[in-house]
């Protein structure tokens, strides 16, 4: 099956610093979304981007279908922005999406 | 505001009882599913369903059985809660359009069975 490998595991950041969060994958997709699980639990969709570039704010995101990476930037990072972001991608032969073992951010004032 | 509806938000089991886990989306998608979420072993899925009136298993049904009866409710039971079950569980919702169409989440639901 799919594998879905994320770097870096962990992240520490002083506010206001920007970062670069890497989705790699094993296999073609056509269905990769980016989530952030806050310190509370809840899992935010950041963006479906099976390609391309898509931009919200101070996050944008870049899939490379055909190299099989995807990028997530944060830039000006705020204490909000903590918790742990993970990548997903669809496993058609599953019905599932697989994911990432995510990238634990702290942002510290 | 449009999304899934998870109950109840949290609860205390005795081992042994029988527990039903609510989910209600009202998006009208097609596809929805059950995750678990454990400490150090991420998003598992445990059932999904393709569209009313089927379902099919994940990586870890063994103790969990769903149902779909209609488009908007996918409710998870555990027959008899052991330990092992304590997680937080996620139902999650999408418009499946072949391998397309993003999955939404709900706010989970923390199990703990004693």
């Known amino acids: 099956g799919i594998q879905v490998e994320q770097s870096p595991p962990d992240l520490i950041l002083q506010e206001g610093a920007n970062s670069t969060l890497r989705c790699n994958f094993s296999d073609s997709v056509n269905n990769l979304q980016w989530f952030h699980q806050n310190p509370w639990g809840q899992l935010i969709n950041l963006f479906y981007i099976p390609s391309g570039t898509k931009q919200n704010g101070r996050l944008s995101a870049t899939t490379v279908a055909t190299e099989r990476y995807s990028l997530l930037y944060i830039s000006s990072s705020q204490t909000t922005d903590s918790g742990v972001y993970f990548c997903a991608v669809f496993s058609g032969g599953y019905n599932k999406l697989i994911f990432g073992a995510g990238t634990r951010l702290a942002v510290h004032p | ?114």
């Open chain 2, 1 to 114: 505001i449009a999304g899934i509806t998870q109950a109840p938000t949290s609860q205390i089991l005795a081992a042994g009882r029988r527990m039903t886990l609510r989910c209600t989306q009202d998006m009208r998608h097609n596809a929805m599913y059950w995750y678990r979420q454990d400490l150090g072993l991420g998003l598992r899925l445990i059932h999904y369903s393709n569209t009313a009136g089927t379902t099919g298993k994940g990586e870890v049904p063994d103790g969990y059985s769903v149902s779909r009866a209609n488009t908007d409710d996918f409710p998870l039971t555990l027959a008899s809660a052991v330990p092992s079950q304590t997680s937080v569980y996620f139902c999650a919702s999408r418009e499946d359009r072949g391998n397309t169409g993003e999955l939404f989440f709900g706010e989970g639901s923390r199990l703990t069975v004693l």
